[in-house]
Structures are given as structure tokens and as C-alpha cells.
């Protein structure tokens, strides 16, 4: 009965390494699994806003302005309004090939605040600029990034602000080829513009190699929206597909991935499997990850691509953690089809914008009691 016992364990232990031998993603840091919160609360401290005019698309709020950007808008690529009266206060970033004008931007929440007001940040990625824009749509200042890609091959993608000279940026995954394997390797740079340098790296995976017969990209299961915490400490990483929340921390340059215990296995992104997605948007302050779960829009499978199979738009549940990785709370809004999100970190207000424009503010001040 002793070898026999002994035996047991002895194949478990190798079962357990093999196991552990075949996992081909590992986080640089910890992953940790929790549990759903019991509580589900459905916000009701709502207000309907009636906003003058055409105000579609997309949509970010900071400090009692909704911003509002649209190519179908004639006078300008974003209209900003009051978030109290619901008036246009401007129209800026007017859509262009000219010098005072934008093609098409990135803007991913990059907002200061000073004693000239408040300006945003947005990365003009057709002139290879980055812009820091005020409430009257001047340009305040000028990054060019076309020289960006001649250090370490450095293509900027999303982006946040450290100081008057550095910035971080993310760094789409690059395909390497070893021996018959694809490795990705997305990660974010540490980079001072003004002398382009790199400072520090940040990877995210480790031990990641692909088999080059997966049927699909997995680059596309990795990808994750960003958001960093106003401190600059840590950024918050939603995965679209894996259903987890990264932290990176910035100092110590460790990983803490979050998920439940449903959650998709870090090894389907080498399988080339389809997955759902999950998450669909993402906003943060100094307290909280609001992470915007995702449903999937009904498609005709039987004539649909990869992407168009896979559309998504958010389920108006959001799953809020805090900045040690605390799953907290789970808000739903009213409005089952609320399409778009967005989040005034200032005054601590949500806003949902549904399919026929209707936009509602909730106030979350109940969450920092």
C-alpha cells in the first residue's frame, strides 16, 4: 500500500510538470483567480442629459465636459459640451490635411489639468504627431513620432504621459521567427521624446511561442485596452478575448492578472481557437478599474468573417476593481443597449450613450463612501 501510495503521487507530479511544460504563456508576475461579487447593483441615481444638437460617436468625459467625436459632425472632428446644461461649448479638431487639422486620432483618456485649464492629449497618427489640444482646440504642444521608429523599432501605439519629456507607450506585438515557432512579444517603452531613448521596457508574457500551423494570429487574443492610473504608478490592462485584468506595476515592473474561475486559459492565444470577447471598454481613476463587460451583436455565421462573427458592443455590466486587483463591485446600467461609455474621474460620474443617442450620467459617489 506505502508503493502504491508513493506511486500515485509520483505520476501526479509528473502530470502536474507536464502540465506546467506545456503552458506556453507565463505573466511576469502572479495570476490569481476570483470570484464574482454576490452583489449586483443596479444604478438608479440616474439623470437623462439633454445635449443640444448632433453629438454622436464616440465619447470621453473629464471634469464636467462630455467630448464627443464623430466624422459625421460638419463643423468639427469633436464637439465638447457642459455635462450640467447640456450646451456646445466648441467644436475642435476639425477633420483635414491641413496644419490646424486632423485626419484621424487615437485619443485613449490622456487628460491635464492646469492653470490655463484643461487639455487632452491625442496621437494623430496619419501625420505621426502627437497633440496636446485645450478647450479651444489650440495646439499647445507638438510631438512629432516619425523619428520614433528608427530606436529599437519603436511604432507608438497607445500612450500616456509621464512628465515634460517622457512618455509611455505600447508596442504592438512583433512576429520573430525561431525555429519553426512565432514568439509575440508586446510590451511598453519607457521613452524620453526629446533625447529618443528609451529608458525601460516592460513585457508582459514570457515563454511565448507559437506553432506557426495555429489557425489564427494569436496576437489578436492578447490584445488588451489600457488605461494608467493618474499617479502614473500602474496601468490597468482589460484582455478583450481573456477575459482578465492586468496590473502592471511601474515600479517593480511585475504583472498581477486577474481573472475568474471561468475564464479562458492563457494557452487558447497559441491555439488559434475562437473565443468570445469580453471586455469592451475600460476607465479608471485613482480608487478604481471600471472595466465595461461586452455582448456579442448577432451575426449570420454562416457568411461572416472572423471579425464580423465576433462584434461585439458593451452589456451595460461593469465589473469595478480596485488598484490591488480586489474585484469590488459589479454595476449595471439601466439601458440594456447602452453602446458607448465613458467616465469623469473628477466628479465621479458615468455616462451611457445608447444606440439612438440617448446619454444618461450616473453618479457613482455611493462607491467612495
Known sequence: MKYLTILIFGIL??????NRDNDTIKFYGETITVAYPKQVDTLHNSKILELEGEYTGDFDAYDGVLMFRSEKHPNGYTYLYD?????????ICPFGQGPEEVLYYVFEDNFEKDSNGIHFWISDVNKKRLLKINMQGQFTQIINTSNFKSTNSFGIGEFFMVNDSVLLAYVQPGEIFTDGQKCYSPSY???????????????FYSDYTVDEGAGINPDMYLYSIDRIKPDKSKIAMA??????INILDLKSGKIKSIGTKDAPDLNLASSGKRVKPYYRGLRCDEH???????TLVERNKNNASFWYENLTKPS????VFDWDGNFTNILQVKEDVAVNFAFDPVHKKLYSKTDTEKVTAYDLNFLYK
Not at 507530479?13 to 507536464?18: D, T, Y
Not at 451595460?316 to 465589473?319: K, T, V
Open 316 to 319: 451595460g455590466r461593469i465589473h
Open 239 to 244: 484582455m478583450w478575448h481573456l477575459n482578465r
Open 189 to 203: 517603452h519607457v521613452f524620453n521624446y526629446k533625447t529618443n531613448k528609451i529608458l525601460r521596457t516592460y513585457e
Open 13 to 18: 507530479f509528473l502530470i502536474s510538470c507536464r
Open 288 to 294: 478604481y478599474i471600471y472595466a465595461i463587460e461586452s
Open 83 to 91: 455635462a450640467e446644461t447640456g450646451k456646445r461649448k466648441n467644436a
